[in-house]
């Protein structure tokens, strides 16, 4: 914690959690999907679902997958700058989910070259949790940059990853794996203290077995 | 160096026979590994932002998204010829007001320490610094101060008011307020702690029952009583009015006080004036 946690940030109000995070979450969905999403259907879960129209959230989970940042002034009118870029974006609300926790939303993303589900929620003071992608359990706050492989679930695809990353003279602060089913697709998730290199994604999708690797830019912490 | 409390805080202000700023910044530039002109700079900036939301409250009516309120720092500021309160008081809290008026209209705002109780600190500081004629590089340098008192809180305490209720926000920001206030009307260091002491136990047990769950009823108002309470604590302590309980301990019983609060007043929506006939009303009105 430092002074400008206490004094700050700057941002667009109400709430940080209802607005602010919302925007994150945005962010990293955008992010996870890689490029400009060209349609967007986001899904508002429990108290979003309830209060976040009082709060801004659906302009702010829109505002997200835009690329906005949590203290853009353009958040309010994210509906009007999707629509001239011309991007579908359909926010769906009353939906109640007993296991979601309370400020869910899940985000189901079409680019020209992907498409992604992600699931996360806001857990206060700005703070995000994206807990599913494309279907595989995460655990992932967006406040590392990280880098996520979709995989063939193999023996030594994840060995063959950690040490082209120590080749590259970057340390795993954290990973996390989960696959549909033994012997078919899995997600790795792993929190890296340094920056990613431009190309990295490129060059890890290259190691045999890996289907995909994104990189995800760290979006800061707590508001 | 490991600074826990304010006593230590002010110690150090005393031992070197300097401002509480003056010590934060060192402190916190070592932390950040940064120099002391960036982390001013970067305050100078976030000065500003405070600054434009307090004039753009004062300047218009500004309606909150919900709409269930707007315009409150724009009312009171016109009536500031014919009010009974003295003038600074009086714009501190159109200003406290305007700013919170911006954040629920989702205008951009400085957390200070959280949204919900950001009008406080720019409503005081504004107001003060205009009467003593200080300056944006003086009102910049007490924020730090005010920043060392939130920064307090939070290790010992909460800022929180789902952890801590309005007590942890607005009772927060009502201290480091006060405090920011003291330094710049020239208060010793020792001054500044007594400052915050009296303030926030003039708020202890405060809840947070917002209407609907939204930043707006009874957060807005109560941002503006926030800043008068700020410049009288101020005044008590530059009076030489010392608080019995030093600030340390008003700041753990702050805490302890939240941990015994009910969770339906801290932040839930679920007690005090969110659950009154009208609060109940508003809710179903908006959301069904």
Known sequence: ?223 | MNIRTLDEIITEAEAQKVSISTIIKIIESKELETSVENLTKKMKEYFQVMKESAQKGIERPISSLSGITGGEGYRLWKASENAISDNVTLKAAARAMAVSNVNASMGRIVASPTAGSCGIIPGVLISVAEKLGKSDDQITDVLFTAGAVGKIIAMNATLAGAEGGCQAECGSAVAMAAAATVELSGGTPRQVGHAVAIALKSLMGLVCDPVAGLVEVPCIKRNGMGAVQAIMAADMALAGIESIIPADEVIKAMGEVGRMMPEQLRETATGGLATTPTGKRIKRELFG
């Open chain 1, 1 to 223: 914690m430092n002074i400008f946690d206490i004094i700050g940030p700057v941002m667009i109000g109400p709430s940080s959690s209802h607005t602010a995070g919302a925007v994150r979450m945005g962010n990293l969905a955008r992010n996870i999907l890689g490029e400009e999403p060209a349609e967007a259907q986001i899904v508002l879960f429990n108290s979003f679902s309830k209060t976040g129209k009082g709060h801004g959230t659906d302009k702010a989970l829109v505002a997200g997958i835009l690329g906005l940042s949590t203290d853009d002034d353009g958040i309010k009118e994210s509906f009007e700058i999707a629509r001239k870029k011309g991007i579908k974006a359909d926010l769906v609300f009353g939906n109640t989910h007993p296991e979601f926790p309370p400020n869910t939303a899940k985000f189901i993303l079409k680019g020209k070259n992907n498409s992604t589900v992600v699931i996360g929620s806001s857990v206060g003071g700005g703070r995000v949790i994206i807990f599913s992608i494309n279907g595989f359990n995460t655990e992932f706050t967006g406040e590392f940059n990280t880098i996520i492989t979709i995989h063939d679930d193999r023996p030594g695809v994840i060995a063959r990853v950690a040490s082209f990353l120590a080749e590259k003279s970057i340390n795993i602060a954290q990973m996390k794996v989960s696959r549909e089913s033994r012997g078919k697709t899995a997600l790795m998730m792993i929190e890296v203290d340094e920056e990613i290199p431009e190309g990295l994604d490129s060059a890890l999708s290259s190691i045999n077995h890996i289907q995909r690797a994104m990189i995800i830019k760290s979006v800061l912490g707590g508001v």
